[in-house]
């Protein structure tokens, strides 16, 4: 059993309702969940880092990162982060911004170091680690394209042992390569229904027992799970007030602000 349990990674790490990393830190003594909404490879980074520098990762420990596309732009601004998501359709960016300066192999060979980088840090520290994927992000920067392709074979080469660390994805394994596959949830968004894109709760739970067998998420933490897959199905979830955000300050551990 492990003494304490740390998740990375973006919305689908952290969300409105309960995601993969809640499943497994239901019965973790002290669990930290790191995720953003928006947040990209960098943010990651950044926050892997710095929280082996506050905590000090030991034998003890699991950390899992969710990697996500590696089109996002992240950056810390008076003391806090903007984490505007897919830069292909966040609203913090202009479009000349965007073609100027993000350029796709750039993101690219950015974020194949940071997922080096951080694999370094966690084989250094002798914690149990593992690395899953929101989408295959070898193949697939833009999140909405899902036409998979990979033109840089040179930046491919040269990190292409590192692919095989990550685990297969949740477009690939729950989504079935097509975020359409099948019917979803509605959220509510400033009083507008919105077809809900993020996994459920049982989607989460489902995605781990299939990629992650290393790890074993208890029958209690499943049936919880369902509960609160049940509510957003039966009740749509309004974004900006979501029941979740009341009980999540209770369910994880207090954690350093990094």
């Known amino acids: ?53 506050h905590y000090k990762f030991n034998k003890d420990d ?91 074979n040179e930046v491919y080469q040269l990190y292409q042992n590192l692919f095989p660390d990550i685990r297969k994805s949740y477009f690939e394994v729950v989504f079935q390569n097509d975020w359409h596959s099948k019917s979803r949830p509605t959220t509510i968004t400033n009083g507008k229904p919105q077809e809900e894109l993020h996994p459920t709760p049982e989607e989460h739970v489902q995605y781990i027992e299939t990629v992650l067998t290393e790890i074993t998420i208890s029958d209690k933490s499943k049936s919880w799970m369902l509960e609160w897959n049940n509510k957003i199905w039966n009740n749509p979830v309004d974004t900006q007030t979501p029941e979740w955000k009341t009980e999540q300050q209770d369910f994880r551990n207090k954690k350093a602000k990094l």
């Open 1 to 53: 059993m492990f003494k304490r349990f740390f998740a990375f990674g973006c919305s689908f790490t952290n969300y409105i309702w309960p995601t993969w990393a809640d499943a497994v830190g239901y019965d973790m003594p002290e669990y930290y969940n790191y995720g953003s909404s928006g947040s990209g490879n960098h943010f990651a980074f950044n926050h892997v880092s710095q929280a082996d520098q």
């Open 62 to 152: 699991l950390v899992i990162v969710c990697w996500t596309n590696v089109m996002r732009e992240d950056r810390r601004i008076n003391q806090d982060w903007l984490n505007s998501g897919n830069i292909y359709t966040q609203t913090y960016y202009d479009k000349q911004f965007v073609k100027n300066y993000c350029d796709q192999e750039g993101f690219f060979v950015r974020d194949c170091a940071y997922i080096k980088a951080v694999r370094d840090i966690l084989r250094l520290s002798g914690c149990t680690w593992y690395f899953l994927s929101m989408v295959p992000i070898e193949k697939m920067f833009n999140q909405w394209n899902t036409k998979m392709n990979n033109s840089y």
